[in-house]
Structures are given as structure tokens and as C-alpha cells.
């Protein structure tokens, strides 16, 4: 894991880990964090979550992290991901903003290693 990036994207796992209080390591300590939409979408949309649980998810969403929605630049790549990669499409639309972000992706997901484009930061739950 690299010390030298001021700017980390999350992926959902990620988050989730996060949000349970297992460490993902230290590399994320005094970093910008950036996620997508579909980040936040997975997360608060669990079915049969209790409303608390929601309004702590969103409140780590409204004041730890930069959420990016979903623009013309990230639909491209996310077609041209899920096309080559054949990810679902959830998991290219969160490549396809970490890769026109510029912003290495932090993940346990070994999937999207397969995303030269991608610089990915795995880390192991």
C-alpha cells in the first residue's frame, strides 16, 4: 500500500468494513476519502435496515467522504468496463469514478485488479 497518495476512493466493502469497525489498515489515516453514489446506493439499501443504522451510514457518507454521482465521463468508462470486464455493473460505475477521479481504489474485491487502468490498494478483511 502506497504512503505517498493524499486521496483514496472506497469501494463498498471497504465502507462496510469501516462502518463495522475492522481496520483496513492505516494507510487510510489523514487522507481525502472519495466514493461514487453506487457506494452510498449499497450501502443504505439494505433491506430491512433499522432507521438508526441508516442515519449513521449517512452521516459517515455526509462528513468523511467526497461522494461523486454520475456524470457522461463515468457512464463511458463504465461501458467500456463492463464490456471488457464483464464486472456487474455496480462494481464498473465505482471503477469507472475512481479511474476518471485519477484516485486509487481501496478494496478487498480482487475483481477489479482486472482493471488496468485501475490502481488498486487490496487489503485483506
Not at 28 to 52: D, Q, R
Amino acid at each position: 500500500m502506497s504512503g505517498i497518495n493524499s486521496r483514496f476512493f472506497l469501494d463498498t466493502n471497504t465502507v462496510v468494513n469501516i462502518l463495522q469497525g475492522h481496520s483496513v489498515g492505516n494507510v487510510l489515516e489523514g487522507k481525502l476519502l472519495h466514493t461514487s453514489f453506487m457506494v452510498e446506493l449499497e450501502c443504505l439499501s439494505k433491506p430491512g435496515m433499522a432507521a438508526s443504522e441508516a442515519r449513521l451510514i449517512q452521516k459517515f457518507f455526509d462528513e468523511e467522504v467526497i461522494v461523486h454521482e454520475f456524470d457522461s465521463i463515468i457512464k463511458a468508462h463504465t461501458i467500456d468496463i463492463r464490456r471488457s470486464k464483464a464486472l456487474k455493473v455496480p462494481d464498473a460505475i465505482i471503477a469507472a469514478t475512481a479511474i476518471k477521479l485519477n484516485i486509487p481504489i481501496v478494496t478487498a474485491d480482487t475483481d477489479f485488479e482486472k482493471i488496468t487502468e485501475l490502481d488498486v490498494v487490496l487489503y485483506q478483511p
